[in-house]
């Protein structure tokens, strides 16, 4: 017999696991079952595409029995097994994310958290939430050796031992009494693991009454199924009630609350196929992590392939629940023939345009509904509009913009509707703080001609805007790029020699600050204003390349001046303190858009000596 002791991070894991998720405890079956289940579709897989294993023969099945006097509960599978290496590398250690990210990911209530086990890849050890000692028997398919792994929260051991089929026992030494009585356990089984494609078989360790008394009928048989096992993405989908939907997306997404939207598609023409997807109500805790799981499962004519395919939907869409089964695909698919096969290429094509066009639609007859779902994921649908994208315009469809305009976020066409007759572009206006923008004196021109500007305040804004190009043949501008001033003025400000004199003194001035000084005829109130050359980053995209630790080179504004402001026409008559206002100008108008003024001590310096004058 060998004593191992659990990896640091197991330790650790379990003591929090049973520390505080106890008022959930009853999910340990479930996962253990769905472990069970993942176990009986790997093996179903080698008998179907590799020649070793055909000879086998066995009907998959789950049982679990319950001994009250003993206080054991014991979970059978006579799937792929274990041998002994696996024993120590699947429940001694932690292969995936490890447990900082679950505790980075714990929110302190226990039903969120509770399902943040099954997503992290610890499912097993939850069983030590209701047992203080756990065996496992298991035995590899095509093995004849069994071993034993028996553990209690500190170390455990593993020895020989015998099973008579391959596949794993798992006995449970439970705790307390909560989980001895049958009636509990098999609710808890038909709550979660329902439509698990293989039939779960119940000995109740007694005959029981029927649960409603008011019935007639007889006892329950001792020892019967208890689950459906159906495929239920295989159903017609006038049989399959909300309920049986929201039961099965809670199973194979681990996520206790009830998903958003389902979408269910049975295919039949030219390409056969099933899918059902489900749009979650919380979000994965993995959605801004780049090694996020996939949450789509692959079968190929109802047998389980990977549940690790990336490619199976466009990252943009990562947040999506659910199965895809294709019928004419080889079974023994490879990485390469995923990324290539035609047919799961065109299954892969419908079915982003599938979920797409469901979500429209749900906006067009839901929108309180969509717009819990988009303040949700609307940051990752918006990924999609990074480089090149067939579906760009329906992307498009889907997102939402504050604006000057409008209370309540708009859509683009809801924009494109209201835009004014000779209006040319989509205008838009991007940084990261939202009432920042809507003071930005850049808005000054749009606001007295009463022209709608999207306020485009998240970060992804800055990064994905820029590359859309137009909307429904509408160009989409930035409105402090410099080719817009002439789009919004109806006519060219005439201005005097005097005050083109004073721009070029002014321009010489700042020449280290700026690429140019040019007369604005964007402002109605503010001096000046800073817009950036069509072709360059703006300050918003400079800020987030520097966060993203991108030393990109400094990229210089122009500056715009407001011929009919005040302080210029007072300027043009008395240039004494012309060094020092043109400074001030070019602060004043990076402090309204929101940068930071490279040297506050100097700028304060020169106000205080403008206000003392003044006083
Ligand atoms: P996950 O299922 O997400 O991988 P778990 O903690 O639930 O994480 O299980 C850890 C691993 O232990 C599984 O990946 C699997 O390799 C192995 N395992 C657990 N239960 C069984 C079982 N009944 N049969 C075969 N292998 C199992
Ligand atoms: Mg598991």
């Known amino acids: 017999m060998q004593k191992h002791q659990f990896q640091t991070q197991v330790s650790d894991l379990l003591n929090l696991m049973i520390h505080s ?24 897989y080698l008998c179907l595409t590799n020649d070793d294993y055909k000879s086998l023969q066995y009907t998959p099945r789950i049982d679990i029995k319950l001994d009250k006097e003993a206080k054991t509960l014991i979970i059978t599978d006579n799937g792929i097994g274990m041998d002994e290496d696996d024993l120590i590398n699947n429940l001694g250690t932690i292969a995936r994310s490890g447990t900082k990210g679950f505790i980075e990911s714990m929110s302190g209530d226990a039903k969120k958290d509770s399902s943040l086990i099954g997503q992290f890849g610890v499912g097993f050890y939850s069983a030590f939430m209701v047992a203080n000692k756990i065996e496992v028997i298991s035995r590899k398919a095509l093995s004849s050796d069994a071993y034993k792994w028996s553990s209690d929260t500190n170390g455990y051991e593993i020895s020989k031992s015998t099973l008579d089929s391959h596949g794993t026992q798992i006995t449970l030494y439970l705790n307390d009494d909560e989980f001895t009585d049958s009636f509990r356990i098999e609710n808890i089984i038909t709550k979660y693991s329902n439509h698990i494609p293989y039939p779960i078989y119940m000995d109740r360790d007694e005959w029981v009454a029927p649960q409603d008394e008011n019935k007639e009928g007889h006892y329950e048989s001792k020892n019967s199924q208890i689950n459906k096992a159906s495929a239920l993405w295989r159903m017609s989908k006038s049989t399959l009630k909300d309920s049986d939907y929201n039961d099965f997306y809670k199973q194979i997404s681990h996520d206790s609350s009830d998903p958003l939207l389902h979408i269910h598609t049975k295919a039949e023409g030219k390409i056969e196929y099933s899918t059902l997807f489900y749009i979650p109500s919380t979000q994965p805790f993995d959605l801004f992590r780049v090694d996020y799981q996939s949450g789509v499962k692959l079968y190929v004519k109802r047998v389980f392939i990977t549940d690790d395919a990336k490619e199976l939907l466009p990252p943009y869409l990562r947040f999506v629940r659910g199965v895809m089964d294709v019928e004419d695909i080889p079974l023994n698919v490879s990485r390469e023939i995923l990324q290539e096969n035609k047919i799961l290429t065109a299954v892969k094509d419908q079915s982003v345009k599938k979920i797409l066009s469901e979500l429209e639609k749900l906006l067009n007859n839901d929108k309180e509904k969509y717009s819990k779902l988009y303040s949700l994921f609307g940051n990752v649908i918006k990924e999609g509009l990074y480089g090149f994208n067939a579906n760009k315009d329906n992307i498009l469809n889907l997102c939402l913009f504050k604006s000057t305009l409008n209370d309540k976020p708009i859509t683009l066409k809801e924009y494109k509707a209201a835009m004014k007759e000779d209006q040319k572009s989509i205008y838009y206006i991007s940084g990261q703080n939202e009432s920042m923008l809507r003071n930005s004196p850049l808005l000054e021109g749009f606001k007295s001609k009463g022209i709608n500007v999207l306020i485009c305040d998240e970060e992804i804004d800055t990064i994905v805007l820029p590359m859309v190009n137009e909307y429904d043949s509408i160009p989409f501008k930035s409105i402090n790029s410099s080719d817009i001033d002439s789009e919004i003025t109806s006519s060219e400000i005439s201005t005097s020699d005097e005050t083109n004199a004073l721009i070029s003194k002014i321009k010489e001035i700042l020449k280290d600050e700026v690429k140019d000084v ?5 402002l109605s109130d503010s001096v000046a204003c800073l817009i950036y050359d069509k072709n360059d980053p703006d300050y918003a995209m400079q800020t987030l390349l520097k966060q993203m630790g991108q030393e990109a080179p400094k990229i210089k504004p122009i500056l715009e001046i407001n011929p009919n402001h005040e302080i210029i026409a007072k300027l043009a008559n008395n240039e004494l303190m012309i060094n020092d206002v043109a400074i001030l100008i070019l602060n004043m108008a990076k402090i309204s858009e929101g940068m930071s003024i490279e040297n506050p001590s100097e700028f304060s310096s020169k106000l205080a000596k403008i206000i003392s004058k003044a006083l």
Not at 21 to 44: G, T, V
Request: hydrophobic share 40%.
């Open 21 to 44: 998720l106890y008022s959930n405890k009853e999910i340990f079956l479930r996962e253990l079952i769905s472990n069970a289940s993942d176990a009986l579709d790997k093996l179903n």
């Open 518 to 522: 040019k007369i604005s005829n964007r």
